[in-house]
Structures are given as structure tokens and as C-alpha cells.
């Protein structure tokens, strides 16, 4: 027979929903109080379950950067085709203007031997060497600049194609280092996805553990409101209230790391693309990665506290 | 004809590890509205009774029925509400002393969601009774053994529960205040609450008049009432 409460025990008052209202705003207040009365250890937990969430965090932005970086770099990325010396000026030209033409070209340039010479007197320093030889060595050159919407294979398949013609000696195209990049970092990727994995079990068993501990100083607390007949569902709630807490604590000390890392290296970054002509500079998390973190955060703690919680109260039994 | 809200049938329970039985067959019927005092020698079983009620320990055999719910069918889930309908008064008070005398009568209220006004006004009410309204803001380690017990008494009764069970209510109490405790549960027992009272204090219940259950060893001793209960006191049990 299932237990009836008695009429007089009635919940006299507000309705369910108030109720549970009136629950959560009374276990935030409680709960908050209880974090704020002991700074000291909250920061500490905080801390160290910041770490562990800015450690992937920061790894996911360096992924992001590199991956802007080398997606610049494929705009520009040039393949140059290296002509046969008997290929006169006007068959070059010829050729370069077929190339436009072609479907995947974004552009094709003509480049003669006396034009390839003065680029060279112009960019690489060593102009003088030029003048020491008796004639020029640099050979004509067509610049291609592929369509960026191309896939790699579809651009290999068109660096091919150009250096299988007839007039072409040579051709080289600087797309496999950038192929290696991106693999690589298709695979840090991957990484950064296994760590962020482990140290979420790492904020779970931190929060976890302070929570347990907080536990074992409550028992005589836990056993007198089970005696009195709370439920495990309202015993839970400020537990659950302490993980939130914690892992938005933790979240925020992520943010202030990332943040830190950022402003530490937001100058050299920027003096080093200076050098290599590049306006690139460092990309700080976007709105959705904050969320990403806060949220992470948040959802461990109380997942930690439930975890844990859940465990340890079924152990507490009233004597 | 009364009403029974404690029903013991052929109760038998033996704690894991033990030697032998604690209860050893226990008949005992509480009607509704009524207040009894069960007494015994220590270890006569009174605890294990009161700890059966509560729902601590359940009985290896027999049947313990409380307001109908046959108390082995209860589900884990089910005894919160069922204790919540049980107030509960113990020898050393089991009061939380990081709250105040309010928070810890209001405990059993905001754990069934009362609203605000109704928490205090009932606080308020049941410390009243008690009277210890002017030490609402105090902490429990502040006040007297007698104070103590009587907030734990206003904890107990402030959601006017169905049975009312006292653990030695009065072992830690000068007598002075072991009477004044007592009379309380029968102003609660008064107004209907149903009392059970597990004590070793026969000089008071004696003049009280109510029925008194004596345990002996673990049985229900048939019509012993008070003369089996002053035997006690004289030390020839």
C-alpha cells in the first residue's frame, strides 16, 4: 500500500512549479554561500580544473590558428612551370593565355627570361652573381595560380597535365608541404578531441573528489535530513548547485589562462608574420569557444557532483 | 472502538552480526490519538521497536504496519515520504549546529516546499510552543540540554506528524526539565498526535497515566504495565 501523506501535511502554498522555483533559489543562495565561506579551497579546485579545461582549450586555438594560417597560404599558393629554353617569348605568352582558358586557373602569368632575371636581381639578394655569368641561366617561366574552390587532388591533377606538355621542362608547385601541414594538423586535431576527452575525466574526478570530501563532513548533516525524512533528490541539490559552481569557477580561471597566453604572445607572433610580409595575427576564442568552455565546464562540474553524489548518498543511511 | 496506527505483529528482528534475537515475536498495537511509554531494561529491545517505526532497520520477520503501510512493502524510494509523516525525538537531539534553532525546525518544512510565509509562521507556532521563540536566532550549541531537546521536539511536531516517537527523550535532562519535556508530548497527544515514548524514566510516567508497554527481553510482557515498569525502577528486573 503506498504511504499516504496525512491531510494536515498537505504543502500548503505556492504551486509545483513555484515550489521548485522557490528550491533552486534557495540552494543557489546556500550553495554560493557555502563557496564563498571557504575562498581559499574554491580557487584551488577552481584552479585546477581550470587547467585542465584551458589546456585543451588553448591546444583547440592553436589548431585554429595554424589552420587560418595555412588557409592563407593556399590562396596564394603558385604553380610554376619552368619552359624549355627553345620555347620562344611569343609561344610563352601563347601558352599562358591557353591556360586562363582552362577550367580550374584562376591565373596565368608570362614570365620571360629577362623578367624571371630581374625578379631574382629584386627578391633574393644575390643579384650580383647574375652579372658574374656570362649569360642568364634563369629560364621563362608561366605562374599558375589555381582556383582556391579546388580540391588538392583536383589541382595535382592539373599540375600534371601542364608538366606533361611539351614545352614544359619543369614544374613545381609548393602544395605538398602545405598537404603535410594540414595532415598534421588533421591529426593534432584528433589529439586535441583525445586530451580534451581526458581531461574532461580529469575535471569529473576533481570535482568529484572535493565533492566527496565536502560529503564525509556532512554525513551527521545528511543522516539527520534523511532521519527527517528529505529526499535523496533534495539532499542532492546543493551538491549539484557546489559542481556548477565549481565548474563555471573553473571556466572562468580557463578563460583568464587563455587569455593571458594570448596577450603573451599576441606581439611576437605578430613581429614574426611581420617578417615574412604577413598582417597575420593571433585569433583569440570566438564567442561559441567561450560558450564551449563555460559550458564544458559547467556540464562536468555538475556531472562530477551527480557522479559522486549519487554513490556516496546511497551509502548514508540514518543509525 | 480505536483506530490502530501502530500495528506489531509477531515481530521478530535480529541485527546482522548478532548473537540472537533482539525482538522475539512482539505483539504491540498504538491506537490513534493514544500515548503510550514503552519500557524495559537496556537492551529489552525499546530502541529496535522505535527503530523499526522509523524505518532505520527493517524487521527479519513478523509484520510492522504504520497508518496501513505495511512497512516491509515500502519501496527505498517511499521512505522519505513516509517519515516525513513521523516526527522523531532523540536522546542526544541530533540537532544541526552550522543553523539556527529556526532553520532547524524549518528543516522538515522546506524539505516538504512549504512556502516562506508558512515556514515561519509554523516555526514560529511550534517554537512558541515549546517556548523558545525569543532563541529562534540562536545556534544549538548555545542553549541548554533541556533547550536542545525542545527545539528537536519543535522540529518534530512543526509538520504535525501522525506518530510522534521519543527515543529516551529525557536521558540527558535534569528532572526538573525531563518533566517539563514530558508534559509537552502530552499537550502534542492532546490535540491528537499519536506518542510513543521509549524511556527509562518511570518516577515520572508513573504519575502521568498513560499505558505503558514494559519489554523484557525482547518480548512484550502481557499486563505488566506499571508494575512491571516500577520493578524496573527498583532494580529487581
Redesign the interface.
Given at each position: 500500500m503506498p504511504v499516504r501523506p496525512n491531510a494536515d501535511m498537505q504543502v500548503e502554498g505556492p504551486g509545483w512549479l513555484a515550489r521548485i522555483a522557490q528550491d533552486h533559489a534557495r540552494v543557489f543562495f546556500f550553495s554560493l554561500g557555502k563557496l564563498v565561506s571557504q575562498p581559499g579551497a574554491a580557487l584551488l579546485t577552481a584552479a585546477v580544473i581550470g587547467i585542465a579545461l584551458a589546456l585543451p582549450a588553448a591546444l583547440h586555438l592553436a589548431v585554429n590558428n595554424f589552420q587560418r594560417l595555412a588557409y592563407g597560404w593556399q590562396d596564394e599558393l603558385q604553380l610554376s612551370l619552368f619552359l624549355k629554353d627553345e620555347v620562344d617569348e611569343a609561344r610563352g605568352q601563347a601558352l599562358a593565355e591557353s591556360f586562363i582558358k582552362r577550367d580550374g586557373v584562376k591565373q596565368a602569368r608570362y614570365l620571360s627570361r629577362e623578367q624571371t632575371a630581374a625578379e631574382f636581381r629584386e627578391l633574393s639578394g644575390f643579384g650580383e652573381v647574375l652579372d658574374l655569368l656570362e649569360r642568364n641561366p634563369l629560364p621563362a617561366v608561366i605562374v599558375v595560380t589555381p582556383d582556391a574552390s579546388r580540391s588538392a587532388d583536383q589541382v595535382e591533377a592539373l599540375a600534371k597535365e601542364l608538366a606533361a606538355l611539351p614545352e614544359v621542362e619543369l614544374s613545381q608547385m609548393d602544395q605538398q608541404w602545405l598537404q603535410r601541414l594540414q595532415t598534421l594538423l588533421t591529426i593534432v586535431e584528433r589529439v586535441v578531441l583525445l586530451v580534451s576527452a581526458l581531461l574532461g575525466v580529469a575535471v569529473l574526478v576533481i570535482v568529484g573528489n572535493t565533492l566527496r570530501l565536502d560529503i564525509e563532513a556532512r554525513r551527521d548533516e545528511i543522516e539527520v535530513m534523511k532521519l527527517i525524512g528529505a529526499p535523496d533528490a533534495f539532499i542532492r541539490l546543493p551538491f549539484l548547485y557546489g559542481g556548477c559552481w565549481l565548474g563555471l569557477l573553473g571556466s572562468w580561471v580557463a578563460l583568464l589562462m587563455l587569455a593571458v597566453g594570448l596577450a603573451v604572445l599576441q606581439t611576437p607572433a605578430a613581429q614574426l608574420a611581420a617578417l615574412y610580409h604577413s598582417d597575420f595575427a593571433v585569433q583569440g576564442p570566438g564567442a561559441g569557444t567561450i560558450l564551449l568552455i563555460i559550458g564544458g565546464g559547467v556540464l562536468l562540474g555538475v556531472a562530477g557532483a551527480w557522479w559522486t553524489v549519487s554513490r556516496h548518498l546511497a551509502a548514508i543511511e540514518p543509525s | 472502538m480505536s483506530q490502530a496506527l501502530v500495528q506489531f505483529s509477531q515481530v521478530f528482528h535480529r541485527y546482522p552480526g548478532g548473537n540472537g534475537d533482539v525482538l522475539k515475536g512482539v505483539d504491540f498495537q498504538l491506537d490513534a490519538g493514544e500515548m503510550v511509554f514503552l519500557t524495559g531494561a537496556s537492551g529489552a529491545g525499546k530502541s529496535t521497536l522505535l527503530r523499526l517505526l522509523?524505518l532505520?532497520s527493517r524487521a527479519n520477520r513478523g509484520q510492522v504496519v504504520v497508518?496501513?503501510?505495511?512497512l516491509a512493502?515500502?519501496k527505498r524510494?517511499?521512505v522519505?515520504?513516509?517519515?516525513?509523516?513521523?516526527g522523531?525525538i532523540f536522546q542526544n537531539f541530533?540537532?544541526?549546529n552550522?543553523r539556527s534553532v529556526f532553520d532547524n525546525v524549518a528543516?522538515?518544512l522546506?524539505?516538504?516546499?512549504?512556502?516562506?510565509?508558512?515556514i515561519g509562521r509554523r516555526v514560529r507556532a511550534a517554537l512558541d510552543t515549546v517556548g523558545l521563540l525569543h532563541r529562534e536566532r540562536a545556534r544549538p550549541a548555545t542553549l541548554s540540554g533541556g533547550e536542545q531537546q525542545r527545539v528537536g521536539i519543535a522540529?518534530a511536531v512543526v509538520?504535525?506528524?501522525?506518530l510522534l516517537l521519543a527515543d529516551e527523550p529525557t536521558g540527558n535532562l535534569d528532572p526538573v526539565m525531563a518533566q517539563e519535556v514530558m508534559r509537552l508530548f502530552e499537550r502534542f497527544n492532546d490535540v491528537g498526535v499519536s506518542v510513543l515514548v521509549a524511556t527509562h524514566a518511570i518516577d515520572l510516567i508513573e504519575r502521568m497515566g498513560h499505558r505503558i508497554v514494559h519489554l523484557e527481553d525482547g518480548r512484550v510482557v502481557a499486563g505488566a504495565g506499571m508494575e512491571a515498569a516500577s520493578r524496573l525502577s527498583l532494580g529487581v528486573l
Open positions: - | 522509523a532505520l497508518a496501513g503501510n505495511n512493502q515500502l524510494g517511499q522519505p515520504l513516509y517519515r516525513q509523516q513521523i522523531m541530533n540537532l544541526l552550522d528543516l522538515p522546506v524539505i516538504r516546499g512549504y512556502s516562506h510565509q508558512d522540529r509538520t504535525k506528524p501522525l
